[in-house]
C-alpha cells in the first residue's frame, strides 16, 4: 500500500469520530442502501491496495475479531488485511455488513489500527 492510499483511508477517521457512520447499519436496514460515507470507504478500501487474495471462508478467526474492537486494536498487519479482505467480500453476499461493521465501531477500530502500525513503521 502506498503511502497517499494510506493517507486517504485514514482520512475517514475523523469522519467517524463525527458520527458520520453511526446510523449506516439503520439507514441501510430502512432503506437497503449504503449512505454516501459507506459508498466513499468502500471505494478507498477498494483502491487502497489492503485486500487480499486468500480463502476468506476459510478463516475462523474472522467471527472474533469482528465481534469484539478490542481484538483489532492489537491486530497485526496481516490480521487487519484479512479482516478488510473478509468484510468486504463477505459483503457481496451479506448486503450490508459494511455499514453495520461501520455503526459497531469496528471499521473505525481498523482504521485506528492501521493509523497505529504506520507510525510504528
Not at 487474495?53 to 492489537?74: C, E, G, N, P
Amino acid at each position: 500500500m502506498d503511502t497517499e492510499s494510506l493517507a486517504n483511508l485514514l482520512s475517514f477517521l475523523p469522519r467517524f469520530e463525527r458520527g458520520e457512520f453511526a446510523t449506516a447499519s439503520e439507514q441501510y436496514r430502512s432503506t437497503g442502501q449504503y449512505i454516501e460515507a459507506v459508498d466513499d470507504l468502500i471505494q478507498a478500501i477498494s483502491n487502497s491496495g489492503l485486500l487480499l487474495q486468500f480463502d476468506w471462508t476459510a478463516w475462523k478467526d474472522a467471527a472474533r475479531y469482528s465481534r469484539d474492537s478490542s481484538l483489532v486494536r492489537t491486530a497485526d498487519l496481516e490480521t487487519v488485511r484479512r479482516l478488510l479482505t473478509t468484510i468486504f467480500r463477505q459483503d457481496r453476499f451479506v448486503g450490508g455488513l459494511v455499514p453495520r461493521v461501520c455503526s459497531s465501531g469496528i471499521m473505525k477500530a481498523l482504521l485506528e489500527r492501521l493509523a497505529q502500525l504506520s507510525r510504528d513503521r
